[in-house]
Nanobody, 121 residues
């Protein structure tokens, strides 16, 4: 059974940093697209970043967030710097078994349970 488990969320002040990690199990995702989405209260789940053969980002995180993967560990991380209060949300790890460029939630096959990120002003 495939599982994605996020960790690293928490409370941080504006301008601070957090590093989220997502550990995958149940299958190898080395040739898959791994992504991060987020959902704030009352809002739709939105794309943040993804990595396949290269990384791509939502405009609102470019220059602040960095996605990376470790195929040996079957994991993907999201380094978040210069955090803003509007980054507050539950962050979800997602995986699509086919490699490519995917930025909508409906294109992903597997999801984690999410980790809360709260940025105080």
């Amino acid at each position: 059974q495939v599982q994605l488990v996020e960790s690293g969320g928490g409370l941080v002040q504006a301008g601070g940093s957090l590093r989220l990690s997502c550990a995958a199990s149940g299958r190898t995702f080395s040739s898959a697209t791994m992504g991060w989405f987020r959902q704030a209260p009352g809002k739709e789940r939105e794309f943040v970043a993804a990595i396949s053969w290269s990384a791509y980002y939502a405009d609102f995180v470019k220059g602040r967030f960095t996605i990376s993967r470790d195929n040996a560990k079957n994991s993907v991380d999201l380094q978040m710097n210069s955090l803003k209060p509007e980054d507050t949300a539950v962050y979800y790890c997602a995986a699509r078994v086919v490699d490519g460029v995917y930025s909508t939630r409906y294109e992903y096959d597997y999801w984690g349970q999410g980790t809360q990120v709260t940025v105080s002003s």
